[in-house]
């Protein structure tokens, strides 16, 4: 931790990122809200995919200014403006049209959210402990993301309706606000002290000047692995409900599989994987997460083998996530550092939203056997990547295998 964090800071922003990813992960439930209301995987597509634009806009200004306000302030805002969307979608009755204003909303606030908060972490911890406390935070996020599907399901079970369900999530995205807000108040102000303290003038570097860095280093082939990423993670998530209908399965059991992997990967074998260069780690976990896509093709209707193919996903996409986000702002100058992790949620949060509409549009015109090829392709993309630039580092002497 840096100096001057105060103990208990951590503690909320755990807490807060565990509330906001669990409200999110309760609003995973929303495509079956849209088949109630007449709609189909296609029009949910179109519901997500509505905010990209303004999730750009606002990802690019945090690019742009990102000294503008304290992150957990911005995350602070982002939640409050996520709670009004999941309250919103409570008040739709008649038609899923008016989801459409409530994509804005929701897809608009989560990808600052998911842009902002590595950003607090940043300002928290020493490059030494980036890795390790970004896997963290990313665990936490999604043991939220995993059990809110499954406590939204628990909740329908005992009687409450969908619109019940998206109140409750919007009641805890406000208690998740105020624990975000209270982080500024035991957390100093990073980026004051450098302004004060440091007189090294590349710390003003022009936001050209800082993007040509950035897409000119090696961070851009990490920016890329995040993009694909996101394709993977917003069809696994989003559309996963339908799947889990349309084979008989329970999504209850992707959810939670899925979770205790990913929390295992984070929070234990993250720690092991630490004693290996970090390229090495981001290529065996991105061919495992390569081979636990393609699994899920052979799923059919069987439990078993639905639970293992979440399981085998989680572990890799648990793993890597985390170590290419913090390979980013690693392999990065000090003085573009303040916009790589921005950067990187534009990547992420641009495909979040704009890849479920060709997921949706895929799902509708030809089965999810289709869906799961194209991911399967992406995958085989992101083992391309990862393998050629560990033997590139290899070659040149840069890295170690332990």
């Not at 004060?196 to 890329?224: C, K, M």
Request: aromatic share 10%; charged share 10%; hydrophobic share 55%.
């Amino acid at each position: 931790m840096r100096h001057g964090v105060r103990p208990g800071a951590m503690a909320l922003l755990l807490v807060g990122t565990l509330g906001i990813s669990t409200g999110f992960g309760m609003v995973l439930l929303l495509p079956l809200y849209v088949q109630e209301l007449g709609g189909d995987e296609a029009n949910f597509g179109v519901i997500l995919a509505s905010a990209t634009v303004t999730a750009v806009v606002c990802i690019g200004t945090l690019i742009r200014y990102p000294d503008m306000l304290r992150p957990h302030t911005v995350v602070a805002l982002a939640i409050v403006i996520y709670a009004s969307g999941v309250l919103g979608a409570a008040l739709v009755t008649e038609s899923w049209t008016p989801l459409i204003g409530v994509g804005v909303l929701l897809g608009t606030a989560w990808a600052v959210v998911y842009t902002a908060t590595p950003m607090v972490m940043s300002e928290m911890v020493t490059d030494d402990g980036r890795t390790t406390y970004f896997g963290y935070l990313t665990g936490t996020q999604q043991i939220g993301i995993g059990s809110g599907p499954v406590t939204a399901g628990l909740l329908i079970d005992a009687g409450i309706g969908l619109r019940g369900v998206f109140t409750i999530a919007g009641v805890i995205c406000l208690f998740a606000a105020i624990a975000t807000l209270l982080v500024g108040r035991l957390t100093p102000d990073s980026k004051r002290s450098q302004r004060n303290e440091n007189d090294d003038p590349t710390v003003t570097i022009g936001f050209s000047a800082a993007l040509r860095r950035i897409v000119g280093s090696e961070a851009i082939y990490s920016l890329v692995i995040i993009f694909l990423f996101a394709c993977l993670f917003t069809s696994m998530t989003q559309f996963q409900a339908t799947f889990a209908s349309a084979r008989g399965l329970d999504y209850a059991f992707f959810f939670v599989s899925y979770t205790v992997a990913v929390i295992f990967s984070r929070f234990v074998l993250a720690g092991f994987a630490g004693r290996f260069d970090t390229q090495l780690v981001i290529a065996v976990s991105v061919s495992v997460t390569a081979v636990a896509t393609a699994s899920f093709l052979l799923v059919g209707s069987s439990t078993v083998l639905y639970a293992l193919a979440a399981l085998c996903l989680g572990l890799g996409y648990g793993l890597a996530l985390p170590t290419a986000q913090a390979q980013a702002v690693n392999v990065s100058g000090e003085a573009v550092r303040p916009r790589v992790l921005p950067m990187a949620g534009l990547f992420f949060q641009t495909a979040i939203l704009a890849f479920p509409l060709v997921a949706g549009a895929v799902i509708s015109g030809f089965g999810y056997e289709a869906l799961f090829a194209v991911l399967v392709g992406l995958a085989l993309i992101q083992v391309v990547i990862v393998w050629w630039r560990l033997w590139a580092k290899r070659r040149s002497g840069e890295i170690s295998w332990g």
